[in-house]
C-alpha cells in the first residue's frame, strides 16, 4: 500500500486530499442539515434564505416530538426489536456459516446458492403473506410480527458474508483444541465464537439497519395497538405531505438517526476490517 | 450441483470437524433452515399461490371465499399497459442506480488510498454517517434539501419554488441522489477494505519487475479485487432494484399519477391500498423471477471465473 502512496506526486496528493474533504463535506452536508434544522426555531426554518448555522437553537421541536404520545415507547420498541433480530439473526447465522464452511456434505453448495437467491425475494411483496400468517398466527399488533420477519431477512446476508471469517480462522486450531480435549461444542463456542465475533459485528450493522428501517411491516402489522409501534411511524406523524412541520420531522428524524450512528461510530473499526474479510477468501 | 474445479479449494484433505461429521452440520443449520423456511419460503409459497386467486378486501375479511383464476392475474397484468411501463423505469431506475453507486464508491475507494489519515477518516465517517441514517429519514431529509418552499437547494441554485417530485425525471432523479449516497459508502468501504488487504510486497514485486502502474492496476489488483466488485455489483443489483422506502417517502407513494412507480412500490399499492391482493401478488412473483435470472446468470459468471462457493 505504501508503494501506490509513494508513487504520488506531491501536488496531486495535495489535490486528492483537498477534494477529499470537500467530498466528505457534500456527503455530511445533508445530515448537519437535518440537525441543524432540529435546532432552528420555527421562524428560521421557514425563512426565505437559510443560513447555514442558527441565531437561536431552540429545543422546540424536540418537545414537539418527544411530547407526541408515546414517542418513548415507540423509541423502546425499535431499540428491542433491532436488539433482538440482531442477537438472534447473529447466533443463528453463526451457526449456519459454521456448518456450510467447516464441513462438507451433500447439498451443501446447494444451500449456498439457495442463501444467496433468498436474498433477491422482494420483501415488500412478501408483506401480502406475511400479513395472513401473522394473523393466523395471532401476532398482528405485537412486536413479535415485527421481529420473525426481520430475523428471516437478515439470515441469509449474514450467512453470506460471515462465511468469509469463519473460513479464516486456521483449522490447525481446531486440532489443536480437540488435542486437549475440547468438545465440539466448547470449541464452538469458546473458541471460534470469539475469533469470528469482529465479523459477527460487522454483519449486525446490516440486520440492525434493516430493522431499525422498516416502516413497511410496522405500518402494515400494527394497526390496531399503536403501544406497539416503531419510530418510523411516530416520524411520519410529523410528515404530511401537504404541510409538513418540517422542524419536527428533522427532530424526529435527529432522534431516530442518532442510536444507528452510535452504533456505527462503535463498531466502526471492525466493520471497516470486517468487510475486507468477509470478501477476500 | 458438481464442486467447481481445480484450485487449492478443492483438496479434500481430513478436516478436523468432519470426524464423525454425520447429522452435525444439518443439526447447526436447523435454526435457519427452519426460520428460513417458515418466514421466506412458505410466504414466497403462498405469493405463488395468492397469485393465482381473486383476493380482494372481500376475501381477506373471509366474506367471500378466495375465487381461482389461474393466470387471470397475470393475464390482467401482461395487458396493461402501466406495468410495461412501470418495468421499463423499474430497469431504468435500478440500472442508473448501480452504475452510478458502483462508479462514485470505487471511485472514492481509490481516492481514499491516495490520501493520508485526517481526510481519510473525514471521508470514512462522512460516508458511514450516510450509510447509518435510516432509510425513512434519509427520505425526509433529502425532501426537505429540495423543498421548494424552505429547501436550501433551490435557494443556493437560484431555482426560486422549483417542484423537484412534480417532473417525472426531476423526482426520479432525486431518490437516484439519496440512494447513491446511501448506498455509495457500502461499496467504497468494502472495495478500500479489499485494496488494503492486497499484501504490498506482491505490489512491489511487480513495481520491482518494473510493471508500470496501469500494469499493476491491470493485472495485479483487478484480479485481486474481481471478487470483491462482484459481490458488491449483486448486491447493488439486488437492493437497487428493491428500492422502496425512498421512493414511497420521496415521491409521496409513487409520483403524481404513478409517474414514479417502480414495481415494488406498484406491487404494494395494488395489494394495500386498491386492495387487489391477487393481482398485487402476481407482480411481486414477477419482480422475484426477474430478480432469480440476474442472480443466476451472475452465479454462472462466478463458476465460470472459477469461483469457489
Known amino acids: ?281 | 450441483m458438481p464442486r467447481p474445479r481445480g484450485g487449492a479449494a478443492d483438496v479434500t484433505a481430513p478436516r478436523p470437524l468432519e470426524r464423525g461429521v454425520g447429522w452435525t452440520p444439518w443439526l447447526y443449520l436447523a435454526p435457519a433452515l427452519v426460520v428460513l423456511g417458515g418466514l421466506l419460503v412458505y410466504p414466497v409459497y403462498q405469493l405463488g399461490l395468492i397469485s393465482l386467486f381473486r383476493y380482494t378486501q372481500a376475501q381477506v375479511s373471509g366474506g367471500e371465499p378466495a375465487a381461482f383464476r389461474g393466470a387471470g392475474n397475470y393475464a390482467d397484468l401482461f395487458s396493461d399497459s402501466q406495468f410495461w411501463q412501470v418495468l421499463l423505469a423499474t430497469v431504468v431506475f435500478a440500472g442508473a442506480c448501480v452504475v452510478s453507486t458502483l462508479v462514485v464508491g470505487c471511485a472514492l475507494a481509490v481516492l481514499l488510498t491516495r490520501v493520508r489519515a485526517v481526510p481519510r477518516l473525514a471521508l470514512m465517517l462522512a460516508a458511514l454517517g450516510a450509510w447509518a441514517t435510516p432509510a425513512v429519514t434519509g427520505s425526509t431529509v433529502w425532501l426537505f434539501l429540495f423543498d421548494p418552499d424552505f429547501g436550501p437547494v433551490n435557494r443556493v441554485l437560484g431555482l426560486g419554488d422549483h417542484s423537484w417530485t412534480y417532473g417525472r425525471y426531476s423526482a426520479f432523479f432525486l431518490v437516484l441522489l439519496e440512494v447513491v449516497w446511501c448506498s455509495f459508502p457500502f461499496v467504497m468501504v468494502t472495495v478500500y477494505a479489499g485494496i488494503r488487504a492486497v499484501p504490498s510486497e506482491v505490489l512491489e514485486a511487480a513495481a520491482l519487475d518494473g510493471a508500470s502502474q496501469w500494469r499493476i492496476w491491470r493485472s495485479v489488483l483487478a484480479p485481486m479485487l474481481r471478487p470483491i466488485l462482484t459481490v458488491v455489483t449483486i448486491q447493488s443489483v439486488i437492493w437497487d432494484f428493491k428500492v422502496f422506502t425512498q421512493i414511497y417517502v420521496i415521491t409521496n407513494g409513487g409520483g403524481i399519477a404513478g409517474q414514479n412507480l417502480v414495481l415494488n412500490v406498484y406491487a404494494y399499492q395494488q395489494a394495500f391500498a386498491s386492495s387487489q391482493y391477487g393481482l398485487g401478488s402476481a407482480i411481486g412473483v414477477v419482480m422475484l423471477l426477474i430478480l432469480l435470472a440476474v442472480t443466476l446468470v451472475y452465479l454462472r459468471l462466478l463458476r465460470r471465473q472459477g469461483e469457489e462457493l
Not at chain 1, 429545543?59 to 436488539?83: H, K, M, P, T
Request: charged share 15%.
Open chain 1, 1 to 281: 500500500m505504501n508503494l501506490l502512496r509513494v508513487r504520488v506526486q506531491r501536488p496531486w496528493r495535495l489535490a486528492a486530499e483537498v477534494s477529499a474533504l470537500l467530498i466528505a463535506a457534500a456527503v455530511a452536508f445533508p445530515l448537519y442539515w437535518m440537525v441543524l434544522s432540529a435546532f432552528e426555531p420555527a421562524g428560521e426554518i421557514e425563512s426565505d434564505r437559510p443560513r447555514p448555522w442558527t441565531l437561536s437553537p431552540s429545543l422546540d421541536a424536540f418537545r414537539r416530538v418527544f411530547g407526541q404520545q408515546e414517542f418513548g415507547r415507540y423509541f423502546a420498541n425499535s431499540l428491542i426489536v433491532s436488539g433482538t433480530v440482531v442477537a438472534v439473526s447473529a447466533v443463528i447465522a453463526f451457526l449456519a456459516a459454521t456448518a456450510v464452511t467447516r464441513f462438507r456434505f451433500r447439498f451443501r453448495t446447494t444451500l449456498l446458492i439457495m442463501f444467496l437467491v433468498a436474498q433477491t425475494v422482494p420483501v415488500e411483496a412478501l408483506t401480502i403473506p406475511l400479513f395472513f400468517l401473522m394473523r393466523d398466527a395471532g401476532q398482528l399488533n405485537t412486536l413479535g410480527s415485527l421481529i420473525l420477519p426481520h430475523i428471516a431477512f437478515s439470515l441469509p446476508f449474514a450467512i453470506w458474508m460471515l462465511r468469509g471469517f469463519v473460513k479464516a480462522v486456521p483449522e490447525a486450531l481446531e486440532e489443536a483444541a480437540y488435542l486437549d480435549g475440547a468438545s465440539r461444542g466448547r470449541f464452538l463456542w469458546q473458541i471460534l465464537f470469539p475469533l469470528v465475533f469482529p465479523g459477527l459485528v460487522a454483519t449486525s450493522v446490516f440486520s440492525f439497519i434493516s430493522a431499525w428501517n422498516d416502516f413497511l411491516f410496522a405500518k402494515s402489522f400494527i394497526i390496531s395497538d399503536t403501544s406497539q409501534s416503531t419510530l418510523p411511524m411516530a416520524l411520519l406523524v410529523f410528515y404530511k405531505p401537504d404541510e409538513p412541520d418540517w422542524g419536527g420531522v428533522m427532530a424526529a428524524s435527529t432522534v431516530m438517526t442518532i442510536p444507528v450512528l452510535v452504533f456505527f461510530v462503535l463498531v466502526q473499526r471492525r466493520l471497516v476490517s470486517g468487510l475486507g474479510g468477509a470478501v477476500k477468501d
